[in-house]
């Protein structure tokens, strides 16, 4: 399993003992290198030191050839058991004496060789000058050392440095796992808490806060966004609630107003019916006569006038003055039963009728042979205004535009809806008469 | 570089010696090394030592038997600031001034009359005559076998203020006649 898998107790434990080993290695690498360092030293130290005694006694023996001496002094280093040879040389250069007896020439050199004392060959060499003080050199002291004490001391340190490394390891790893639950318990309560809320989509569980740290920051974080969201989702349950009420209460106030409309209709249809019939009875059955008796006593009075008596003429004129007094009477009721029907359809200023047309070209046309004008003439009453096609309340010939005359255009409207139902010469003759019977112009149609 | 000279005279003394006298000649050479080496492991007390440059004197007294080697031996060298210097009395009336005594034949045959006239002198007495040491000299050259040992008698040296090295005494037969 890779690192990044491991649970968070593993690998928090494992960081504290790599950390604690990689310390330890450290040090334990770095006391190595200063021990091996000092132990050269204190060991080539120790060698000089020695050299030195022993120099400082053999000056007798070598100043006075006392052979037997000089090798009692060297063979004092019988005790040092690290020394692998011990040389006088007199001032020549000659062996003077020797320790061991019979040591192999191989550690003994012929001829002594620098002052000092250095690391050689696997051994520790020095060259001592035997010199009394203040006075000539008698000769030199030659002392080889191997370098036992330091590997045993090295292997030493060595070994206790691995049990020590061995037992902090462990103590670090016991340590480690006391001590890592402070840190990873909060951050398992905290993924257990979210895990349990992904799972049930409970968002009213609360993860335990186990101090007072940053975790503990996080999981008061953690447990009033888990809050936030619990309110949050109350509020939605309840606007959805609140919203459906308001759905089907606006649903049945909508079915209350279409049933309201339907009536209306029903209404309009027969006010429709009644105003047909009103109009047929107007312009048929009242203003047909009185404009026949009219028009005719108008011819009686043009063409046989001069027939008849002053009393035969005064009597036509009172009966065209009946008959136009008649028709303003009528024309008067019919004024009154539009400003009805006017409020009744358009909803607008009272014998107002708003008549609209198809085109721009048809408005044009209208107004060069001035027949709307016609009706923006008449006093009570009609005013026909033409309209662009898009607004076109035509459902009926609006594709067709060699019927979409200025005749036509006058059908619709808020009057269309009436006038609608109708079409060609009857709605022609409806408007007609409606018109010359409203107007006291006759309309050219 | 002394060493260097001490060395080439050592050599030279050695080769001129070599043939004539043999053996003997050695033996002197080895005695008057002895005496120059004598001055690194004896210390004479300050009120015999005039100022810290003045020469440390060797003197032979009756015959000498270095020739020049003692000469060419303690050529050059010094002890601490002080030079060495050779010198040789007929009568030891004429030992003014001397650090390093050696009494040659045949006045070494009667030591006891020149070691009282010397007494309490602080002058290192040196003799190979027989029995010198128990005779109330300080230092006798013993020849055993081709060797030359040494013999010491402290109670003199002590007399005269002289301090011989431990190491010197080491190397040496302490000699003490009053049996102390």
């Known amino acids: ?445 | 570089m002394a060493l260097l000279r001490v060395t080439a005279a050592l050599l030279l003394v050695c080769a001129a010696r070599l043939g004539a006298q043999g053996a003997r000649a050695s033996e002197a050479q080895v005695k008057a090394v002895f005496l120059f080496n004598f001055a690194q492991f004896v210390d004479w007390p300050p009120e015999a030592v005039p100022d810290s440059q003045a020469p440390l004197v060797i003197g032979i007294l009756g015959d000498d038997p270095f020739g020049d080697f003692l000469d060419a031996t303690v050529r050059g060298e010094h002890r601490g600031a002080r030079p060495f210097a050779v010198r040789r009395f007929q009568r030891v009336e004429d030992i003014t001034r001397c650090d390093i005594l050696f009494i040659g034949r045949p006045l070494a045959d009667r030591p006891e009359e020149i070691l009282a006239r010397l007494k309490n002198r602080p002058i290192l007495t040196v003799s190979d005559a027989d029995q010198f040491a128990e005779r109330g000299g300080m230092i006798h050259f013993v020849t055993d076998r081709s060797r030359i040992r040494l013999q010491i008698n402290p109670e003199p040296a002590d007399a005269a203020h002289l301090t011989i090295s431990s190491k010197l005494l080491r190397v040496a037969e302490v000699i003490t006649p009053s049996g102390r």
């Open chain 1, 1 to 445: 399993m890779a690192l990044r898998d491991w649970p968070i107790k593993q690998k928090m434990t494992a960081m504290l003992v790599l950390i604690s080993g990689l310390v330890l290695l450290l040090t334990s690498a770095a006391f190595a290198g200063y021990q091996y360092w000092y132990l050269r030293q204190a060991t080539r130290d120790a060698l000089s030191v020695r050299g030195r005694i022993i120099a400082a006694n053999s000056t007798a023996s070598l100043a006075f050839s006392n052979v037997a001496d000089a090798r009692e002094l060297l063979s004092a280093l019988r005790a040092d058991r690290h020394i692998v040879a011990a040389v006088l040389y007199d001032k020549g250069g000659n062996v003077f004496a020797a320790y061991p007896a019979g040591v192999a020439g191989d550690v003994v050199p012929a001829l002594p060789g620098p002052d000092g004392y250095r690391f050689e060959g696997g051994r520790l060499i020095g060259f001592q000058p035997v010199e009394e003080a203040g006075s000539q050199r008698l000769g030199t002291l030659y002392l080889a050392s191997d370098l036992e004490a330091i590997y045993d001391t090295f292997r030493l340190s060595g070994v206790i440095g691995l049990a020590v490394m061995a037992v902090a390891l462990l103590a670090a790893y016991l340590v480690s796992r006391v001590l890592q639950g402070t840190i990873s318990q909060p951050i398992l309560a905290l993924a257990e808490t979210a895990q349990v809320v992904s799972t049930r989509q409970d968002y009213s569980v609360r993860a335990p806060k186990l101090g007072q740290d940053e975790l503990g920051a996080l999981t008061d974080a953690f447990n009033q966004m888990l809050g936030r969201i619990e309110d949050q989702n109350r509020e939605l349950r309840r606007y959805a609630t609140e919203l459906e009420q308001r759905v089907e209460a606006r649903t049945h106030e909508l079915q209350q107003s279409n049933e309201t409309l339907r009536r209306n209709a029903a209404e309009l249809l027969a006010a429709n019916q009644e105003l047909d019939a009103f109009a047929y009875s107007v312009s048929h059955d009242l203003r047909a006569p009185l404009r026949s008796i009219d028009g005719f006593s108008q011819i009686l009075l043009e063409d046989y006038g001069a027939q008849l008596d002053e009393a035969g003429q005064d009597s036509l004129r009172r009966v065209r003055t009946a008959s136009q007094r008649m028709a303003t009477l009528i024309d008067d009721l019919l004024k009154l039963f539009l400003g009805g029907l006017c409020a009744l359809f358009g909803g607008g200023e009272a014998g107002h009728i708003r008549l609209r047309g198809r085109t721009s070209g048809a408005q044009r046309r209208v107004q060069g042979t001035n027949r709307l004008g016609k009706f923006q003439a008449c006093p009570f009453i009609l005013r026909a205004q033409v309209i662009p096609p898009a607004q076109c309340g035509c459902q009926h010939h609006c594709d067709d535009n060699s019927h979409h005359d200025q005749r036509r255009s006058m059908f619709y409207g808020p009057m269309g809806g009436f006038l609608r139902r109708f079409h060609g010469d009857a709605a022609k003759s409806i408007l007609f008469q409606l018109m010359a019977g409203l107007c006291a112009h006759r309309l050219p149609f």
